[in-house]
């Protein structure tokens, strides 16, 4: 990345590149996310996680300072569309089918940010074209979905149930395995900030309604 930043300093041209939602961190903020908090330092701990990724962000934001229109589009653990096949969610169902229930970390009430592909892709556009330097901007849909309700419309299209996975057996060999450090994050975020400057509004269905439309239970 500092590459790039060093072809393009000094021209106001535009740099663009992917961040995430959770890049300011989830548990030390006690609100939602906004674009105008910084990435975490990347020494900064959470479950054992490095956030090695954070230094990128911090690095293209501060390309503002050498004459480069850059910014991060910050974009939430699930992405969405008609292609998704290797995602998040696909990932939860195929879970799903094989233990018999569709499982949520505790009460389900953490959030989890969501955003269509083709939302996301426009957003990137409205960045090119005209953010301003030194900007983040958050691809989320809302303000993010309780992972209980991701859980049950999961449920709902195979016919299974919803069920709790207690938070003290999270951590064991058990339901979410691999995953069980990721289910537990609470990533509330705004996006007031980019819609109000890019005027950027998410035109495509909604994490639910796109799970509703079926297509992620096409060979169910």
């Known amino acids: 990345m500092l590459a790039y930043g060093e072809a393009l300093a000094g021209t106001e041209k535009p740099l663009v590149t992917a961040g995430s939602i959770g890049s300011p961190g989830w548990e030390n903020l006690g609100r939602p996310a906004t674009e105008e908090d910084p990435a975490l330092p990347s020494g900064d701990q959470h479950k054992g996680t490095l956030r090695v990724r954070n230094v990128v962000e911090a690095a293209v934001v501060g390309l503002a300072e050498r004459g480069v229109r850059s910014s991060v589009v910050r974009i939430p653990p699930i992405m969405h569309s ?98 069980a450090n990721l289910v537990t994050l609470d990533l509330p975020a705004s996006n007031h900030i980019t819609r109000r400057t890019l005027g950027w509004e998410p035109a495509q269905p909604s994490l639910l309604a796109d799970l509703d439309n079926g297509h992620y239970f096409a060979a169910s």
Do not use: Q
């Open 82 to 179: 008609t292609t998704d096949r290797a995602g998040f969610l696909p990932t939860l169902i195929a879970l799903a089918k094989e233990k018999g229930v569709v499982g949520y970390p505790g009460d389900g009430a953490n959030l989890w940010g969501a955003v269509h592909v083709r939302d996301v892709a426009s957003l990137f556009r409205l960045a090119l074209e005209k953010g301003p330097a030194g900007k983040c901007w958050h691809a989320i849909e809302n303000g993010g979905i309780p992972f209980r309700e991701i859980a049950e419309a999961v449920g709902s299209r195979l016919g299974l149930p919803a069920v709790s996975i207690p938070a003290d057996v999270l951590m064991l060999p058990g339901y979410f395995g691999f995953l």
